[in-house]
């Protein structure tokens, strides 16, 4: 059996651990810190049962169990606390949660639960095993398959018929997120949701296109139950999701063939759209807009887009902005403009109409004159200088 610990405190994520190797040498234990590090630990799909602490940084423990019971059902779930309120026992019991344990935690105690759960993972795991593999092969495969054909890719001989005939009319629904980091535990909290609203409202599957986009396919029976899931799924990433996102809906589909090119049109859309975001206002909006110019420097980005996006008043973000990075927001958008066209002036070999385009000017000549203004050079002086440099250093004793 293998168990993952979650919980903030090593102290107490060790402690669990030792106790359960003495006792049970056999089973696998893992340690996370986060409700981040856990779903990348989870995605593994070896994990049996999560101990999970309540009170973490981000995420509760019973936030985290509702959010991942959806793609785990196997999974046994006992919460850890330090807090003997009767809410959040009830919450727990009303999850799912297999045992409730308060902190300090009884080695007697932990060890007969631990042993309890392992008698009933091992009688269940005989009863799925075959149908389990069978599901998350085909769960798997049909992803995979439709990951590959809705980005326009080469599926070989791989029947489609199947999606066809499941859903003979379906709405794409893509969910697009806006960082300049990784956002593993964005991404899982995306996936997780949208695949228990389409359970609950209709039929479909959620596929990821890349680490920041997902795909869900949906077949409902009305406009006003789609409305209702996408309202739901908005509330719940306002809630959970930590960096700017947006979701797109299509039109209703009746031919599957047509597939990739509604993505590529929304993927040219998504542009033009709002960024919705959880918690505006104060520090956190400031860390929002930074981000989004980081993603966005290179496009036609402006102070009302950003403002936008962080739900502020433009004059507002303009005075706080300034005040938060000690930069007004066309020096910082320049700045970071500058910094890539230095980059890409010593790395590459792109002309400068090329470099112009990749870092959001229009023409080479606004590129140029810019670029001087900051540097005190052009481009090609910066270049020419960076190869006479090159030059000596190669007859350098």
Not at 125 to 151: P, Y
Request: charged share 25%.
């Amino acid at each position: 059996m293998n168990i993952l610990i979650v919980d903030d405190e090593n102290v107490i994520r060790e402690g669990i651990k030792r106790t359960i190797r003495r006792a049970f040498p056999e089973h696998g234990v893992q340690l996370a810190e986060s409700p981040d590090e856990a779903a990348n630990i989870l995605r593994s799909g070896n994990i049996d049962v999560v101990l999970t602490d309540i009170l973490m940084p981000g995420m509760t423990g019973l936030e985290f169990m509702k959010l991942s019971r959806g793609s785990y059902p196997h999974v046994k779930w006992v919460i850890i606390s330090a807090y003997s309120e009767f809410a959040y026992a009830k919450e727990a019991v009303r999850l799912g949660a297999k045992d409730y344990l308060l902190k300090p935690i009884g080695k007697d105690l932990l060890v007969t639960m631990i042993g309890q759960l392992s008698e009933e993972v091992e009688r269940e795991a005989e009863q799925e095993q075959e149908a389990k593999m069978l599901r998350t092969n085909l769960k798997f495969l049909r992803e995979a398959v439709f990951q590959r054909w809705a980005m326009g890719l080469d599926i070989g001989n791989m029947d489609i018929a199947p999606f066809v005939e499941r859903h003979p009319h379906f709405q794409l629904a893509l969910i697009k997120m806006e960082s300049d980091k990784a956002v593993h535990l964005e991404h899982y909290i995306v996936e997780n949701v949208m695949t228990e609203l389409i359970d609950r409202y209709g039929e479909g599957f959620v596929t990821s296109l890349d680490g920041k986009s997902l795909l869900g396919l949906i077949t409902v029976e009305s406009k006003d139950i789609m409305k209702s899931l996408v309202d739901e799924l908005r509330m719940h990433l306002k809630k959970y999701v930590k960096v700017p996102f947006q979701i797109q809906l299509s039109d209703e589909i009746w031919n599957f063939h047509s597939i990739p090119a509604v993505i590529q049109q929304m993927g040219r859309d998504s542009g033009a759209l709002e960024f919705d975001y959880y918690a505006p206002g104060g520090n956190r909006a400031m860390e929002v807009a930074v981000q989004y110019i980081r993603a966005n420097y290179n496009t036609d980005v402006t102070l009302e887009k950003v403002a936008s996006v962080v739900f502020l008043n433009p004059a507002y973000l303009s005075q706080v902005f300034k005040q938060k990075t000690g930069s007004g927001f066309k020096e910082y958008v320049t700045g970071l403009r500058m910094e890539k066209a230095l980059h890409l002036l010593e790395h590459s070999t792109l002309k400068l109409a090329d470099i112009a385009e990749k870092i959001g000017y229009q023409d080479a000549k606004h590129f140029t004159q810019v670029f001087r203004k900051r540097m005190n050079v052009t481009p090609t002086e910066f270049r020419q200088r960076l190869a006479g440099d090159a030059d000596i250093c190669r007859v350098c004793p």
